[in-house]
T-cell receptor, first 115, second 113 residues
Framework: DSGVTQTPKHLITATGQRVTLRCSPRSGDLSVYWYQQSLDQGLQFLIHYYNGEERAKGNILERFSAQQFPDLHSELNLSSLELGDSALYFC??????????????FGEGSRLTVL | KNQVEQSPQSLIILEGKNCTLQCNYTVSPFSNLRWYKQDTGRGPVSLTIMTFSENTKSNGRYTATLDADTKQSSLHITASQLSDSASYICVVIRMDSSYKLIFGSGTRLLVRP
């Protein structure tokens, strides 16, 4: 158990809909990262938050947005869903001051299926 | 361009055999390199970190090497077990920039009985 909690574990929805994925980082971790992993693909970086502020953006679509709240949990909002958005969405957190070590603690992921 | 390439893409070996996974990178400036193991449908878990000055580091049956001059790393698995079946991801950490982690696409290892 990494200590990072993601909900829901599984989600099935229809094209055009909107969903929200939630992540609670490990206690004491200020950074939250979101990644998308499509079937048999590598991890694609979406966005990084640090203590409530956006720090870096990757290949995140305009239909997707995220935020980190004062209690440090984060939400990833996916709207106008398309079939190609079906994927595993991972959240990861890291300890303060450990950015250079690359040590991320990943949650178990949220599996999104768009029908 | 900052890239991390892993080979092979996939590998099948028999239980008890050894194998070596490769990671080549063009990331600069280099800070560290980390290997992750990802079981199917699970989140990746860190196996080991290699800093610029380290050549070899072992973690049980896993041994990682780093050649910073040629920008290559390898992960050697000894006496493979069925539980080693997973994807192994090489991540290179950049020294600068706001986002520092460059992920490889991974090598998918299947260990057969």
């Amino acid at each position: 158990d990494s200590g990072v909690t993601q909900t829901p574990k599984h989600l099935i929805t229809a094209t055009g809909q909107r969903v929200t994925l939630r992540c609670s980082p490990r206690s004491g971790d200020l950074s939250v990262y979101w990644y998308q992993q499509s079937l048999d693909q590598g991890l694609q970086f979406l966005i990084h938050y640090y203590n409530g502020e956006e720090r870096a953006k990757g290949n995140i679509l305009e239909r997707f947005s995220a935020q980190q709240f004062p209690d440090l949990h984060s939400e990833l909002n996916l709207s106008s869903l398309e079939l190609g958005d079906s994927a595993l969405y991972f959240c990861a957190s890291s300890r303060p001051g450990q950015a250079n070590t690359g040590e991320l603690f990943f949650g178990e992921g949220s599996r999104l299926t768009v029908l | 361009k900052n890239q991390v390439e892993q080979s092979p893409q996939s590998l099948i070996i028999l239980e008890g055999k050894n194998c070596t996974l490769q990671c080549n990178y063009t990331v600069s400036p280099f800070s560290n390199l980390r290997w992750y193991k990802q079981d199917t449908g699970r989140g990746p878990v860190s196996l080991t970190i290699m800093t610029f000055s380290e050549n070899t580091k072992s973690n049980g049956r896993y041994t990682a090497t780093l050649d910073a001059d040629t920008k290559q790393s390898s992960l050697h698995i000894t006496a493979s077990q069925l539980s080693d079946s997973a994807s192994y991801i090489c991540v290179v950490i950049r020294m600068d920039s706001s986002y520092k982690l460059i992920f490889g696409s991974g090598t998918r290892l299947l260990v057969r009985p």
